[in-house]
């Protein structure tokens, strides 16, 4: 099982950049995929950025990429999302989530989760 403490939002300006960090607990944490997903107020839950077990492989949403890039220290059990660039279209809660397996972007997939942190953009 797998505890997982996100930290890291608040409130920026468009253009600024921001980065999310994510803690695990557990001794296993390098066995999970880990993703970053985002909940805008009276939206669902989309997946933003994952990234492999061993940090070799990435995927992120398209309107992410280029500017967000996901990262992970095995060592520290932590998984963390740089966000450059910031728009506020990207005002939202993060969370970040664990699953066995391949990356994927179906939030039921990943069966642990942080409890966010928010992130609000101001144009």
């Known amino acids: 099982q797998v505890q997982l403490v996100e930290s890291g939002g608040g409130l920026v300006q468009a253009g600024d950049s921001l980065r999310l960090s994510c803690a695990g607990s557990?001794?296993?944490?390098?066995?999970?995929?880990m993703g970053w997903f985002r909940q805008a107020p009276g939206k669902e839950r989309e997946f933003v950025a994952g990234?492999?077990?061993?940090?070799?492989?990435?995927r992120y949403a398209d309107s992410v990429r280029g500017r967000f890039t996901i990262s992970r220290d095995n060592a520290q059990n932590t998984v963390a999302l740089r966000m450059n660039s910031l728009k506020p279209e990207d005002t939202a809660d993060y969370y970040c989530?664990?699953?066995?397996?391949?990356?994927?972007?179906?939030?039921?997939?990943?069966?642990?989760w942080g409890q966010g942190t928010q992130v609000t953009v101001s144009s």
């Open positions: 990234v492999s077990p061993s940090g070799g492989s990435t």
């Open positions: 989530a664990a699953r066995v397996g391949s990356i994927v972007t179906m939030r039921n997939a990943y069966d642990y």
């Open positions: 557990g001794r296993t944490f390098s066995n999970y995929v």
